[in-house]
């Protein structure tokens, strides 16, 4: 089996000069594109299981390293680092057919979306949907008491350049126009099951897998998931092609 660099050496290597730093993407095949989004402290590579179906279903498909990730430059990242990284790629490739994303990139992908990104289909995989419940949670976890949080949260809200409701779902939600795939291990212990049932709730058109046994990270690297994952980028973004195409509200 190749290593992750060898793969990636197949591919068209570009480098990307933004507000966040040089971003770095790789992108195999021709076709509608679809980009995937890697999450906290991992790279685009972590993502190559899904690019061989895509390509095999007729998609290009683009992975990039986000901000102080990976290859990229730059000292800062956050979800709104990452979401403001993925707006700014994916306004040089306009059109973007669909985004799969994991973890931490899935609530990027849900930030630029609410700011603009436009998509036919997206898979999110373990992801969080509120930057209030997980700074809390960090919070608890090391011991800081309610002083401590406030002065916490305060510290993040300027390191995003953004109020921590700006990322939660309730304001995100608006961006959610195209149908989505939410994929989660009900015992996932880094980002709770009660996330992806919260997503699923406020998303009309989005459908809910429960990915027993998979836990957080092995969501990339099961096969069947990998396929089931790939299979409906084509599935529903084609059918959202058709409803567009035909007069529907894109």
């Not at 197949?10 to 095949?29: C, D, I, Q, R, Y």
């Not at 429960?210 to 998931?225: C, I, K, Q, S, V």
Request: with cysteine.
């Amino acid at each position: 089996m190749p290593s992750e660099q060898e793969r990636l050496s197949g591919a068209e290597k570009n480098f990307h000069p933004t507000a966040m730093g040089t971003l770095v993407s790789w992108t195999f095949g021709v076709g509608p594109r679809v980009v995937l989004v890697h999450g906290w402290s991992s790279r685009a590579a972590h993502m190559l299981g899904f690019v061989d179906p895509l390509l095999a279903a007729g998609y290009s498909v683009t992975l990039f390293d986000g901000p102080a990730h990976g290859e990229a430059t730059g000292e800062r990242a956050s979800v709104v680092h990452m979401g403001e990284a993925l707006l700014a790629l994916t306004r040089e490739w306009e059109p973007v057919h669909g985004v799969l994303a994991h973890s931490v990139g899935s609530a990027a992908a849900l930030w630029a979306f609410h700011r603009g990104l436009s998509v036919h289909a997206s898979v999110h995989l373990g992801g969080p949907v509120s930057l209030s419940v997980m700074v809390r949670q960090l919070a608890i976890g090391v011991g800081l008491d309610q002083a401590g949080t406030a002065a916490f949260e305060k510290w993040v809200e300027g390191f995003i350049g953004h109020p921590l409701a700006a990322l939660d779902l309730e304001i995100l939600k608006d961006g959610l126009r195209h149908p989505g795939l939410i994929v989660h291990d009900p015992e996932d212990d880094t980002v709770p099951f009660s996330a992806a049932d919260t997503l699923h709730r406020n998303w009309p058109q989005s459908e809910l897998i429960r990915a027993g046994g998979l836990g957080h990270r092995r969501l990339l690297r099961d096969p069947a998931m990998i396929g089931l994952c790939s299979d409906f980028i084509a599935t529903a973004g084609s059918r959202e092609m058709t409803r567009v195409n035909a007069g529907g509200e894109a």
